[in-house]
């Protein structure tokens, strides 16, 4: 298997995901994090990808910095950005979430499309709940998406297909997925062609083992990075309990 979001499948990421709403997504964020002190100025985005989240936030005069470990996907980022006022213009850094440390503080630390559930092991995501609470003063919010354990297991992967076709190419992607309920992974595998006409000009295989999460664990994990988990919801629906068929929740935390 190639690595994790390597270059092929950073070029075709938006492409992949052009039905998410981020837009949408940006407006419930803020909606429920202003509800504390009104004022939102400074963002980071942990596990940025290809920063759209960013880039919407930037635009709404949000002062952002995007951090992702794969040079690839913040390559594609730093292209997006570059067509923005340098004013709005989110910043970003190339680094492992477990181990950055800026000298900076924020209002907000977010981990979007459950980038807490790529740190697999206990540790990898105690240190990643750790960077974000050394970011945040005392009150600082943490909001980030997982898949919730029980709709995982109640339900079970599956095998998916996805065509998508763009101006210059059609990207096929067939996803199989293995649950291992002892380490609480479920290991996406997938499988990308990008085709211009007849022609073949992509093929890419990546593999993708996924953590999920149950309320007590997050609660615990929380707790010992130094936060105080403030509600967990569905996701995209914050305000409805998640419950078995609920892939992805949506919590919100804060620094103590």
């Known amino acids: 298997m190639s690595v994790t979001f390597g270059a092929a499948y950073a070029r075709a990421y938006d492409a992949l995901y052009e039905e998410k709403d981020y837009e949408s ?20 985005d942990l596990g940025c990808g290809t920063g759209s989240h960013a880039l919407v936030l930037g635009k709404r005069g949000i002062d952002v910095v995007g951090v992702d470990r ?12 570059a067509e923005m006022p340098a004013d709005h213009r989110p910043s970003f850094v190339v680094a492992d979430i477990g181990e950055l440390r800026l000298a900076e503080r924020f209002d907000v630390v977010l981990m979007m499309f459950a980038v807490l559930g790529y740190q697999r092991t206990n540790e990898e995501v105690s240190k990643a709940l750790a960077t ?16 919730y354990g029980p709709a995982v297991l109640s339900e079970g992967p599956s095998q998916r297909i996805k065509l998508v076709e763009t101006d210059a190419k059609r990207i096929i992607r067939v996803a199989s997925s293995n649950l291992d309920t002892r380490n609480h992974l479920c290991t996406v595998d997938y499988r990308l062609w990008a085709l211009e006409g007849a022609r073949l000009a992509e093929e890419v295989t990546e593999s993708h ?38 892939w992805n929740a949506l919590a919100l935390a804060q620094a103590l």
Not at 25 to 44: S, T, W
Not at 138 to 146: E, M, N, T, W, Y
């Open 25 to 44: 997504e940006c407006d419930l964020l803020l909606g429920f994090l202003r509800d504390g002190d009104g004022e939102v100025h400074r963002i980071l």
């Open 70 to 81: 794969s040079a690839d996907m913040i390559n594609v980022a730093r292209q997006k950005a």
């Open 132 to 147: 974000a609470r050394a970011h945040l003063d005392a009150g600082g919010l943490l909001a980030f998406d997982v898949w």
């Open 209 to 246: 083992p996924m953590r999920f999460f149950f309320p007590l664990e997050l609660e615990l994990f929380l707790d010992q990075a130094g936060f105080s988990l403030l509600r967990l919801g569905g996701f995209p629906d914050f305000y409805a309990d998640p419950n078995q068929s609920t």
